[in-house]
């Protein structure tokens, strides 16, 4: 006997003209308004290719397409099964929020999102996604999972770099013009994680509490937004619980993303460790389980056999998949590394690093640098001559061996004919040295070794402290007193506490992680040819006590 929801189903599809007297092709559907909208191609022929295919699955071929196909990335994506007989492809999919990622082979790191936030242009952050897809079309993936618009609970969070800042409608703009330049490229984006992740350590078994009204007015609106005004085709689950259940099998969650927004799209899973039910996750909603079938696959199907899961809620999850790979046709999508780290995308990284810079002091006229001729700077700091682009963990983006600029290369380039050196704090003869030249400026702050994806992954987790390294500190507490003309450069994800340092230091340049050209654009500011225009978009602690 059918359930009443395969019974609902059935009934759908009759009043859609699935039934055997809807004409000439029993396949034929009628779109709601929502797919609609939500498909960029003809969402008529993907949905009745989608129904089609679906129907002459067997129950082991719609688990297993529920399911990505293995632990680790297979030519340089991680990978969904395709079935060729049925014409049905492959989802080829890759990271990330700053740049195509690490598993795909080189490709352009741009700013990270934090420091994207900073430029307060969401019409530059759409060109940038439309970037990212470019090079994600050019490695031959058809989904890029980014965004990430989880709001920054807390500074010390150690994904912080990857979101836009505090504010959930600043987030939300962000995200939303970063999805329509993805896919206005043809390429699937993916926003996540939802929801209310704001936490590396811990992050697999916290349990997040939130009542209704915080969680719809500051932990989902970017995410409603993006579903809503962007049509993003994916979402991605968080690994935490949410009020007790967790985010992949949350049935308030998805209920709330499919009834209450009229997403179109489907649901997948966060890697590894983001599923852990195989019925609480199906009758949730949750579409696909990624990297590796540990609750759905084998394990699905044998649920079905059992009677704990009615097949026509594998049909549901199946439809939406389908239905997006044919409105995208993501099986089209082939690898061409001429749209990889190309110029122009070089080109866009600088000006977004221009445009990101956020100028904290400047006292005495320590800034703009001089072009005089003689003009001299000594550089300082363990991050000056560093390449230093963020996170090591699902979001690290490998570029082409030598192709980042650093700061000290990028004052180096500038500076043309005039000196500029790279000094050691070690070197007895620092204060003599320094006396000989007209600035100087450190480079400090926080590398991957500091802040990052953390529990299950590669990174450093949540940072410890909003406080500089204590051998930073001890940097600018030696060099500040031998020279009258200090300027100080930061690099991090978020915010730092510097009721310390301002005292000490006469101009202080918050310069995130800036990227490919993070070095040419930290010069071009600090020697005036562009003007800071880039602001903070989370506070920064007089104090951790403030916290």
Request: aromatic content about 6%; hydrophobic content about 45%; overall charge negative.
């Given at each position: 006997?059918?359930?009443p929801?395969?019974?609902?189903?059935?009934?759908s599809?009759?009043l859609?003209?699935?039934?055997?007297?809807?004409?000439?092709?029993p396949?034929?559907?009628?779109?709601?308004?929502?797919?609609?909208?939500?498909?960029?191609?003809?969402?008529?022929?993907?949905?009745?290719?989608?129904?089609?295919?679906?129907?002459?699955?067997?129950?082991?071929?719609?688990?297993?397409?529920?399911a990505?196909?293995?632990?680790?990335?297979?030519?340089?994506?991680?990978?969904?099964?395709?079935?060729?007989?049925?014409?049905?492809?492959?989802?080829?999919?890759?990271?990330?929020?700053?740049?195509?990622?690490?598993?795909?082979?080189?490709?352009?790191?741009?700013?990270?999102?934090?420091?994207r936030?900073?430029?307060?242009d969401p019409?530059?952050?759409?060109?940038?996604?439309?970037?990212?897809a470019?090079?994600?079309?050019?490695?031959?993936?058809?989904?890029?999972?980014a965004?990430?618009?989880?709001?920054?609970?807390?500074?010390?969070?150690?994904?912080?770099?990857?979101?836009?800042g505090?504010?959930?409608?600043?987030?939300?703009?962000?995200?939303?013009?970063?999805?329509?330049?993805v896919?206005?490229?043809?390429?699937?984006?993916?926003?996540?994680?939802?929801?209310?992740?704001?936490?590396?350590?811990?992050?697999?078994?916290?349990?997040?509490?939130?009542?209704?009204?915080t969680?719809?007015?500051?932990?989902?609106?970017?995410?409603?937004?993006?579903?809503?005004?962007?049509?993003?085709?994916?979402?991605?689950?968080?690994?935490?619980?949410?009020?007790?259940?967790?985010?992949?099998?949350?049935?308030?969650?998805?209920?709330i993303?499919?009834?209450?927004?009229?997403?179109?799209?489907?649901?997948?899973?966060?890697?590894?460790?983001?599923?852990?039910?195989?019925?609480?996750?199906?009758?949730?909603?949750?579409?696909?389980?990624?990297?590796?079938?540990?609750?759905?696959?084998?394990?699905?199907?044998?649920?079905?056999?059992?009677?704990?899961?009615?097949?026509a809620?594998?049909?549901?999850?199946?439809?939406?998949?389908?239905?997006?790979?044919?409105?995208?046709?993501?099986?089209?999508?082939?690898?061409?590394?001429?749209?990889?780290?190309?110029?122009?995308?070089?080109?866009?990284?600088?000006?977004?690093?221009?445009?990101s810079?956020?100028?904290?002091?400047?006292?005495?006229?320590?800034?703009?640098?001089?072009?005089?001729?003689?003009?001299?700077?000594?550089?300082?700091?363990?991050?000056?001559?560093?390449?230093?682009?963020?996170?090591?963990?699902?979001?690290?983006?490998?570029?082409?061996?030598?192709?980042?600029?650093?700061p000290?290369?990028?004052?180096v380039?500038?500076?043309?004919?005039?000196?500029?050196?790279?000094?050691?704090?070690s070197?007895?003869?620092?204060?003599?040295?320094?006396?000989?030249?007209?600035?100087?400026?450190?480079?400090?702050?926080?590398?991957?070794?500091?802040e990052?994806?953390?529990?299950?992954?590669?990174?450093?987790?949540?940072?410890?402290?909003?406080?500089?390294?204590?051998?930073?500190?001890?940097?600018?507490?030696?060099?500040?007193?031998?020279?009258?003309?200090?300027?100080?450069v930061?690099?991090?994800?978020?915010?730092?506490?510097?009721?310390?340092?301002?005292?000490h230091?006469e101009?202080?340049?918050?310069?995130?992680?800036?990227?490919?050209?993070?070095?040419?654009?930290?010069?071009?500011?600090?020697?005036?040819?562009?003007?800071?225009?880039?602001?903070?978009?989370?506070?920064?602690?007089?104090?951790?006590?403030?916290?």
């Amino acid at each position: 006997m059918r359930s009443p929801l395969a019974l609902a189903l059935v009934a759908s599809f009759s009043l859609f003209g699935c039934g055997d007297d809807a004409g000439e092709d029993p396949f034929d559907v009628t779109p709601t308004d929502a797919q609609i909208a939500y498909c960029p191609g003809d969402a008529t022929d993907a949905l009745t290719r989608a129904e089609r295919a679906l129907r002459q699955l067997t129950l082991e071929q719609k688990a297993a397409l529920m399911a990505g196909t293995a632990p680790l990335p297979m030519g340089g994506s991680w990978k969904t099964m395709s079935i060729s007989a049925l014409g049905i492809p492959a989802y080829r999919m890759i990271d990330g929020p700053r740049g195509a990622s690490l598993v795909a082979g080189h490709a352009t790191p741009f700013p990270v999102a934090a420091a994207r936030g900073a430029t307060f242009d969401p019409e530059l952050e759409r060109r940038v996604g439309a970037a990212i897809a470019r090079e994600t079309r050019g490695l031959g993936a058809n989904v890029l999972l980014a965004p990430t618009v989880n709001v920054l609970r807390h500074p010390r969070w150690g994904r912080a770099q990857e979101t836009y800042g505090a504010d959930p409608l600043h987030i939300a703009l962000f995200g939303a013009a970063f999805v329509e330049g993805v896919q206005a490229e043809g390429i699937v984006s993916t926003v996540k994680h939802y929801a209310l992740n704001s936490i590396e350590n811990g992050r697999l078994s916290i349990d997040v509490l939130a009542d209704a009204r915080t969680m719809r007015e500051i932990y989902l609106p970017p995410f409603e937004r993006i579903v809503k005004e962007a049509k993003v085709a994916t979402v991605m689950t968080a690994y935490n619980s949410v009020n007790g259940s967790f985010a992949s099998e949350n049935a308030e969650l998805l209920s709330i993303l499919y009834d209450d927004w009229g997403f179109a799209g489907f649901t997948m899973s966060d890697w590894m460790y983001g599923t852990h039910d195989t019925v609480k996750a199906v009758h949730a909603g949750l579409d696909l389980e990624m990297p590796n079938p540990k609750i759905y696959g084998p394990a699905l199907a044998a649920a079905v056999q059992a009677g704990e899961v009615d097949e026509a809620l594998l049909d549901r999850s199946v439809r939406r998949l389908l239905f997006t790979a044919f409105c995208y046709d993501v099986g089209s999508i082939e690898g061409d590394r001429s749209l990889v780290e190309t110029d122009e995308a070089r080109a866009l990284a600088l000006e977004v690093a221009q445009r990101s810079l956020v100028l904290l002091q400047n006292e005495g006229g320590a800034l703009p640098l001089s072009d005089e001729e003689g003009f001299s700077i000594a550089v300082l700091g363990r991050l000056a001559d560093a390449e230093n682009i963020g996170d090591t963990g699902s979001s690290h983006v490998n570029p082409s061996p030598g192709t980042v600029v650093t700061p000290y290369q990028g004052l180096v380039a500038r500076a043309g004919s005039n000196p500029v050196e790279l000094l050691e704090a070690s070197d007895p003869e620092l204060a003599e040295k320094l006396a000989s030249f007209d600035a100087v400026v450190l480079v400090v702050g926080y590398t991957a070794e500091d802040e990052g994806e953390g529990e299950g992954s590669f990174g450093a987790g949540d940072r410890a402290s909003l406080s500089l390294r204590d051998e930073d500190l001890a940097l600018i507490e030696a060099v500040a007193p031998l020279h009258e003309r200090v300027i100080l450069v930061i690099e991090g994800g978020s915010a730092v506490v510097l009721t310390d340092v301002v005292e000490h230091v006469e101009a202080i340049v918050m310069a995130w992680y800036p990227g490919v050209e993070g070095g040419t654009a930290i010069a071009d500011l600090l020697f005036g040819d562009v003007n800071f225009s880039g602001r903070l978009p989370t506070s920064f602690p007089a104090d951790e006590a403030h916290l």
